[in-house]
């Protein structure tokens, strides 16, 4: 089973499994009293989850709306240890954290802390998402996609920041990436964490071996919104999370109550979708992009570093990185997979994440420049790395086979 096959596979179990929980507690809704509100959200109900989640950074926490000069658009911002480029002798670059859909700035829970020891952090919701403005998008991919693009200039702009370290998880590493392609300038170093939108879709004639039953249901849901069923589940939405991704409460909590990532993802998803409507129309098919990354990555300048991290155990097909290798064989392009770790590799294995990306952050404040990973000068390093023995290093001559 292909990987599209699998990942469809697992989503429709989950479904399938969640809402035959959720239909058990139907009946527990039908008294008037609990009609009162079919999505029982808010703004304010996602600001306190998000403050629980954050509850664990150490570090003093900077929050802010940024108002985007141009739209009127407000960003929602995090900024931690902002002085540490102020002060010390030795420059210190910023870290600017994109996150990935139906996502926001709470998801970094498990990050914060390590990567702001030595360097100012920053995060926001990206447009559409989260507590940030969810304003209407264009119905044109392209469109789409220079309104996320511009949204982060112009909240570039704001904050101050000339350049930093821009890393992005899945949608968010596809922003990250066509943001790199305009504002190349901006960028000292790209960080694409198990990054969407890269592959392109298969032929016709591959996607006809597709079980029927997937067909069937990207038939079924490709009117809706993908995440539409939080919000028709209503009341409950939270249990359909809670069903769907039931492994995320042992990455972001110890106490069996605690319920706090299931009520951040609800309420980030449960609101009007804004930026998961633009996600939809910036695809096709079974979730590939419309505008493949691939077929633009070497529009990035020659100048910016890019380091790919993917989970082991993820659907994303790391074999990626290594295309991406052979075709910017000018430039550097490291590829690496975290053991043990899935889609969501930074709360996975938050570990071996953060090291590498403190790795990164220190050869960029050392300007080391690294040597280009294709060049025949490059070296990969064993299978594992003592530093990060749950990091494998994937060697660059191995080369997809459709290539």
Request: proline fraction near 7%; glycine fraction near 6%; aromatic fraction near 10%.
């Amino acid at each position: 089973m292909n990987m599209p096959c699998r990942f469809l596979a697992t989503v429709f179990r989950s479904y399938l499994d969640a809402l035959m929980h959720t239909l058990g507690l139907l009946l527990g809704w039908f008294a008037p009293s609990n009609w009162i509100s079919w999505k029982p959200t808010s703004m304010a109900q996602l600001a306190q989850a998000e403050n629980k989640l954050l509850q664990c950074v150490k570090h003093a926490i900077n929050r802010r709306f940024v108002i985007l000069p141009r739209t009127q658009h407000r960003i929602w911002t995090i900024s931690v240890n902002e002085d540490a480029g102020r002060t010390g002798k030795t420059p210190v670059t910023p870290i600017v954290l994109v996150h990935g859909f139906g996502g926001g700035i709470g998801l970094w829970a498990q990050n914060l802390n390590s990567l702001a020891k030595n360097a100012p952090v920053y995060a926001f919701d990206v447009l559409g998402f989260g507590q940030s403005a969810r304003p209407s998008f264009s119905k044109n991919a392209a469109m789409a996609e220079m309104q996320f693009v511009d949204s982060v200039e112009e909240w570039r702009k704001e904050m101050k920041l000339d350049n930093f370290i821009l890393l992005g998880h899945s949608f968010g590493g596809y922003i990250a990436s066509s943001f790199a392609i305009k504002y190349p300038e901006s960028v000292k170093h790209l960080v694409l964490v198990d990054p969407w939108g890269f592959p392109e879709q298969p032929p016709e004639h591959q996607r006809r071996k597709l079980p029927f039953w997937i067909k069937l249901s990207v038939a079924v849901m490709s009117p809706f919104n993908p995440l539409a069923a939080i919000r028709v589940a209503g009341p409950m939405g939270k249990s359909l999370v809670r069903n769907f991704r039931p492994d995320l409460k042992l990455r972001f909590s110890e106490e069996d109550e605690d319920d706090t990532i299931f009520d951040y993802i609800y309420h980030c998803n449960a609101q009007t979708p804004s930026g998961e409507t633009a996600f939809k129309t910036m695809t096709q098919g079974i979730g590939w992009a419309k505008r493949p990354m691939i077929h633009r990555v070497t529009d990035i300048s020659d100048d910016v570093p890019i380091t790919m991290i993917y989970g082991a155990k993820s659907w994303m097909d790391s074999n990626t990185g290594n295309l991406v290798k052979y075709l910017r064989n000018t430039s550097y392009v490291d590829v690496q997979v975290v053991k043990g770790a899935g889609h969501h590799v930074y709360a996975d294995q938050p570990a071996p994440f953060n090291t590498l990306v403190a790795q990164i952050c220190d050869m960029v404040d050392r300007g080391i420049l690294p040597v280009k990973s294709n060049s025949p000068k490059y070296k990969p390093r064993r299978t594992t790395s003592e530093s990060s023995p749950d990091v494998d290093i994937v060697k660059p001559d191995t080369i997809p086979s459709s290539l």
